[in-house]
């Protein structure tokens, strides 16, 4: 451990104001003024793996970015408890700021997003033989092994997704299996949105379809579950309050450890009675933490910066999108108008194709030092994430690597 005085001096050369706290043992997170640099640190040259010395600028995904300083500084500091006695002020600290942003009666740490999904899922459809409606291109559906199925004995029906992120309302309405006249079938409990949608490409979902869902879910008696892992993106980019979004739902996720850039974690909302049974079900998943204060520290730190951090991520990636569609590229495109939060899908055409458009995004050559990281996510699309660890500067940086690949596409030359 180093001593007191040489972390300051560190902190000082990090850009990071220090300062003494009249509470020792108070969490670092629950403290202002802010200790995070006050502009994202660039990403710096790799000094190993096969990207050494090349600048990295990582677009794969939000979920790749490192805790800050300050974050750090919090875990190290946080006050802690038995969490499963509910004796960690600041896994305490957290939900009950998180039920304050979310607008729910009460609110849950738990592990992961896929765990708060699946929770929720569970809570919602006790029943044996319930059955839950999700988007066909949901990360619930997509990319959670078919948990629900496969954990929970729920079976999931999937609900034609549009290309803004919406579901297919007439297709929903079409699937509810209702009043269960007839033994045949599963009984619909539960119809999960996601906001933003990752797999659209960030697609920021509109108040007005919220409320259009909610009216159908009480024609029948269903419940909704949002899976609001990037929520905070949603509200910057509807510019509203969170719970604005939520009122809509009857339980929510939300992640920290996405574009919020905390190292784990994510929050669960609802009312009393949904949050004291997920508290069980947390628990039967293997879930409930002990001195959790530790994780949630840095989340706490997330929530605070959160508002800074998505508007800057927003304007990165939505800049980037409009350069590239001002590019005119034959072979790769974009729809800045699709550009709704920290997410840009590009179209790739023949003859390149999605695989080799990231292969020399990615790779570090003598004509640039540059590395860009980015993600096929269909044989036609790239995906490219923007976050806590990803300046302007970076962006730029991005786009003239782009510019640089693209150009032999251009004039024809393979
Ligand atoms: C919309 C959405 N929901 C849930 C998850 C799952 O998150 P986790 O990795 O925390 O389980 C992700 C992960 O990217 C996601 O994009």
Redesign the pocket.
Known sequence: MSCPMTRVRAAVSLGIRCWHSPHPHRSLALRAPLFCPPVRPMYTRSQSGADVGAMVVDLR?D?VTKPCAEMRRAMAEAEVGDDVYGEDPTVNEIQRHAAQLLGTEDALFVT????A?LISVMVHCRLRGSEVLVGDES??FF??QGNTAQVAGVFPRSVRTLKDGRLDLKDLESKIQHDYPDVHFAQTRLVCL?NS??RMGGRVLPLSYMQEVRDLADRYGLKIHL?G??LLNAAEALRVEAAEIVRFCDSV?L?L??GLGAPVG?LLGGNVEFIAEARRVRKLLGGAMRQAGVLAAPGLVALRLAKETTKLDHQNAKTFAKAVHELASPVCSTDPAAVDSNMVLLTITAPLIAQELCNRLSANDQQSDVVVKALVISPGTVRLVWHRDVSTENTLQALEKLKQVLQKYNTGAP
Do not use: G, I, L
């Open positions: 995904s979920t992961t997003a896929t765990m999904n990360h619930m990319y959670e996601e949608h990752n899976d892992a990037r996720s992640c450890s996405k994510s």
